[in-house]
């Protein structure tokens, strides 16, 4: 809220209500997917598959960035999640 006076001392007041603000970063979990008995990975393969989340009615996840290489070069994944086959 807020209020303007001029010189003449005439003021008037506002108050802007609804405003959200979004002050937590998104979180992002990792799923191993493997289909060996009983769940195991085999090989030098897997997927794995990213889900990101934000606060709820704010902004939203916009994208994933990730590396599957130690972090020597990174990708985007436009959304909230991505399937990494045979990384």
Request: net charge neutral; aromatic share 4%.
């Amino acid at each position: 809220s807020g209020t303007a006076t001029d010189r003449a001392d005439n003021a008037a007041s506002t108050t802007v209500g609804g405003i959200k603000i979004d002050s937590k970063p998104p979180t992002t979990d990792a799923d191993l997917q493997c289909t060996g008995k009983n769940g195991y990975c085999r090989g030098n393969k897997a997927t794995v598959v990213l889900a990101a989340a934000d606060q709820a009615g704010l902004s939203d996840v916009k994208e994933i960035r990730y590396s599957t290489n130690g972090g020597n070069s990174w990708q985007n994944a436009v959304g909230a999640s991505a399937t990494l086959v045979g990384v």
